[in-house]
């Protein structure tokens, strides 16, 4: 039987996990990515010396049972990563509050700066480890036929039934149960929501958001060399696999035969074949490549969907000497009257200093950013290049000043400041108009799965269920490459080459 061909659009974690899976599963994967370096908005890159993380930061998910650690298992992968003590160090305007791994420490800082959370922890953790636990069974969620459902049907444990109610209230209404109306403790779970399930306590699903502010509990860590190591690393294992990445393809257009084979023009002028697609994109980057020959689904899809955010953020290279060294990760929230985001809510992350290779010697590469609306982006792109600049002046200042709570006098010590507007992600991440993270998380029972409505075109990557997130991703794409798998073994699409086991569908 011929080797069936994949061709990836796009080398995100998303995009390359799904292609390094079906490579080791014998597929003939291609992944065609625009940029020069892989990872996207998980990608670390070149900048007068430093190398710096483009958008996320803190790599979650290599805990035993996490997506990561299951995919490295899959795919040979050591990954270069140590893990970091604390999570991060959250700012509030009057508490400071450490987020500790360690349960011991983390008991007692939250029993001391959160006492109103207190029944709180015990429901979100009896709820995270079910739903990690869940997660590492790997379901087809959302289920997008019977057969989905029967397998998500064996993977339900009894572990799960006390949880339950948990997936049909959001965060806010668990916190009214349990009579937390602290301004503190609310502020404290909803900044950590906003950065993990891109929406606050008000409208974040309980279940998702209790695995959403988990991460810390079970690890955080840091990849050598930056966020884009985790690609990097992902890129080596797809060539080991027999598969390959192609830098500086932009695909501009998909075309679809009757034979339901596909033709990928890139912006070289090259075209690629493939019997399947997985898209690195979001639906609106999909709708854009396939033109007319969108599906009614998408095209709808993409005109009622409200945009996402989208990110401001700052690269400083700052000396060492200056920086904190009891954290490299902080949360600032400045004003708890004001809405989170648009530079209220600030994520700081500071190269770690035993990685050499991310600064010049006796400098560090920083990360900031925040959530942003993005149509006063454009309109003011659009219509007024002054008010734009201003605009870009107006939030740089502002992530500083939250900087300047764990970095003082961070103005004068910055040797480097470079900004990050919502119009440099859609440039060198590809994403219209620079929408980043995903869709919001408020009912389990309206997200996206993986399906376009095209036949052996699947999307992967954050806009997909569990979404954002280098570990979101990669759980997504272990679905997406399963189903791949079953999908060629019933012969819907051929067999491939050979089949390995463990198998990713398993
Ligand atoms: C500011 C910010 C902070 C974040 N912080 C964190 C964090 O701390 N921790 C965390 O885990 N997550 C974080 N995230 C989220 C995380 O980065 C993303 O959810 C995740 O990396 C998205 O991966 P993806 O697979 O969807 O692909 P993307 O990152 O969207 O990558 C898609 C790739 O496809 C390529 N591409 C696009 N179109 C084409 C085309 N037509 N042809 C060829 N190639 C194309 C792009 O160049 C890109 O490399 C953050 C995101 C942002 C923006």
Same mark, same amino acid.
């Given at each position: 039987?011929?080797?069936?061909?994949?061709?990836?659009?796009?080398?995100?974690?998303?995009?390359? +996990?799904?292609?390094?899976?079906?490579?080791?599963?014998?597929?003939? %994967?291609?992944?065609?990515?625009?940029?020069? @370096?892989?990872?996207?908005?998980?990608? +670390?890159? @070149?900048?007068?010396? @430093? #190398?710096?993380?483009?958008?996320?930061?803190?790599?979650?998910?290599?805990?035993?049972?996490?997506?990561?650690?299951?995919?490295?298992?899959?795919?040979?992968?050591?990954? =270069?990563?140590?893990?970091?003590?604390?999570? *991060?160090? !959250?700012?509030?305007?009057?508490?400071?509050?450490? #987020?500790?791994?360690?349960?011991?420490? *983390?008991?007692?800082? =939250?029993?001391?700066?959160?006492?109103?959370?207190?029944?709180?922890?015990? !429901?979100?953790?009896?709820?995270?480890?079910?739903?990690?636990?869940?997660?590492?069974?790997?379901?087809?969620?959302?289920?997008? &036929?019977?057969?989905?459902?029967?397998?998500?049907?064996?993977? !339900? =444990?009894?572990?799960?039934?006390?949880?339950?109610?948990?997936?049909?209230?959001?965060?806010?209404?668990?916190?009214?149960?349990?009579?937390? #109306?602290?301004?503190?403790?609310?502020?404290?779970?909803? $900044?950590?929501?906003? !950065?993990?399930?891109?929406?606050?306590? =008000?409208?974040?699903?309980?279940? /998702?958001?209790?695995?959403?502010?988990?991460?810390?509990?079970?690890? %955080?860590?840091?990849?050598?060399?930056?966020?884009?190591?985790?690609?990097r690393q992902l890129a080596e294992a797809l060539a080991a696999h027999g598969g390959r990445i192609i830098y500086r393809h932009a695909v501009t257009r998909i075309e679809r035969h009757a034979d339901k084979t596909f033709v990928l023009h890139t912006n070289k002028g090259n075209t690629f074949e493939a019997d399947i697609v997985l898209a690195n994109l979001t639906p609106w980057a999909l709708a854009e490549l396939l033109g007319d020959a969108a599906p009614p689904s998408l095209q709808?899809?993409?005109?009622?969907?409200? &945009?996402?955010?989208?990110?401001?953020?700052? /690269?400083?290279?700052?000396?060492?000497? %200056?920086?904190?060294?009891?954290?490299?990760?902080?949360?600032?929230?400045?004003?708890?009257?004001?809405?989170?985001?648009?530079?209220?809510?600030?994520?700081?992350?500071?190269?770690?200093?035993?990685?050499?290779?991310?600064?010049?010697?006796?400098?560090?590469?920083?990360?900031?950013?925040?959530?942003?609306?993005?149509?006063?982006?454009?309109?003011?792109?659009?219509?007024?290049?002054?008010? @734009?600049?201003?605009?870009?002046?107006?939030?740089?200042?502002?992530?500083?000043?939250?900087?300047?709570?764990?970095?003082?006098?961070?103005?004068?010590?910055?040797?480097?400041?470079?900004?990050?507007?919502?119009?440099?992600?859609?440039?060198?991440?590809? #994403?219209?108009?620079?929408?980043?993270?995903?869709?919001?998380?408020?009912?389990?029972?309206?997200?996206?799965?993986?399906?376009?409505?095209?036949?052996?075109?699947?999307?992967?990557?954050?806009?997909?269920?569990?979404?954002?997130?280098?570990?979101?991703?990669?759980?997504?794409?272990?679905?997406? $490459?399963?189903?791949?798998?079953?999908?060629?073994?019933?012969?819907?699409?051929?067999?491939?080459?050979?089949? &390995?086991?463990?198998?990713?569908?398993?």
């Amino acid at each position: 039987m011929k080797t069936k061909r994949v061709v990836v659009i796009g080398g995100g974690v998303g995009g390359l +996990t799904a292609g390094a899976l079906l490579a080791r599963e014998g597929f003939a %994967v291609t992944v065609l990515e625009a940029h020069v @370096y892989p990872g996207g908005c998980a990608g +670390t890159f @070149y900048h007068k010396g @430093y #190398r710096f993380d483009a958008g996320a930061t803190v790599a979650g998910g290599f805990q035993p049972g996490g997506p990561h650690q299951i995919a490295g298992n899959l795919l040979g992968i050591q990954w =270069r990563i140590e893990r970091i003590e604390p999570a *991060w160090v !959250i700012h509030l305007p009057e508490r400071t509050i450490t #987020r500790w791994s360690d349960e011991s420490k *983390w008991q007692a800082e =939250r029993a001391e700066k959160l006492p109103e959370l207190r029944h709180f922890w015990r !429901i979100q953790e009896q709820a995270a480890e079910a739903a990690w636990q869940f997660a590492a069974r790997l379901p087809e969620y959302p289920p997008a &036929s019977l057969a989905d459902l029967l397998r998500l049907a064996t993977k !339900i =444990r009894p572990s799960l039934i006390p949880i339950s109610p948990l997936a049909l209230m959001s965060m806010g209404q668990l916190l009214d149960i349990l009579g937390v #109306r602290e301004r503190n403790a609310r502020t404290f779970i909803d $900044a950590q929501l906003l !950065i993990s399930a891109q929406t606050t306590s =008000r409208n974040a699903n309980a279940l /998702y958001g209790a695995i959403a502010v988990d991460l810390p509990r079970v690890g %955080v860590y840091h990849p050598h060399g930056g966020i884009g190591t985790i690609a990097r690393q992902l890129a080596e294992a797809l060539a080991a696999h027999g598969g390959r990445i192609i830098y500086r393809h932009a695909v501009t257009r998909i075309e679809r035969h009757a034979d339901k084979t596909f033709v990928l023009h890139t912006n070289k002028g090259n075209t690629f074949e493939a019997d399947i697609v997985l898209a690195n994109l979001t639906p609106w980057a999909l709708a854009e490549l396939l033109g007319d020959a969108a599906p009614p689904s998408l095209q709808r899809e993409v005109k009622t969907r409200p &945009s996402t955010w989208g990110a401001f953020t700052l /690269y400083l290279g700052v000396p060492s000497a %200056v920086l904190p060294t009891h954290a490299e990760h902080f949360q600032i929230v400045q004003d708890l009257d004001q809405p989170l985001g648009e530079g209220n809510s600030v994520f700081i992350s500071i190269s770690s200093p035993h990685d050499t290779e991310r600064a010049p010697s006796g400098m560090r590469a920083v990360t900031l950013s925040t959530h942003t609306a993005i149509a006063p982006w454009w309109h003011l792109r659009k219509t007024d290049p002054d008010g @734009y600049q201003r605009r870009v002046e107006q939030y740089r200042d502002k992530l500083l000043d939250a900087a300047e709570r764990v970095i003082p006098n961070v103005r004068n010590a910055a040797q480097l400041v470079l900004p990050g507007t919502p119009a440099a992600f859609q440039r060198f991440t590809r #994403r219209p108009l620079g929408m980043v993270g995903g869709f919001p998380f408020a009912s389990l029972l309206t997200v996206r799965g993986p399906h376009t409505g095209v036949e052996n075109l699947w999307l992967v990557g954050d806009s997909i269920f569990p979404g954002q997130s280098t570990a979101g991703v990669t759980a997504g794409a272990l679905r997406v $490459a399963a189903e791949v798998v079953r999908a060629a073994a019933q012969r819907r699409i051929f067999l491939p080459r050979r089949a &390995s086991a463990p198998s990713v569908a398993q």
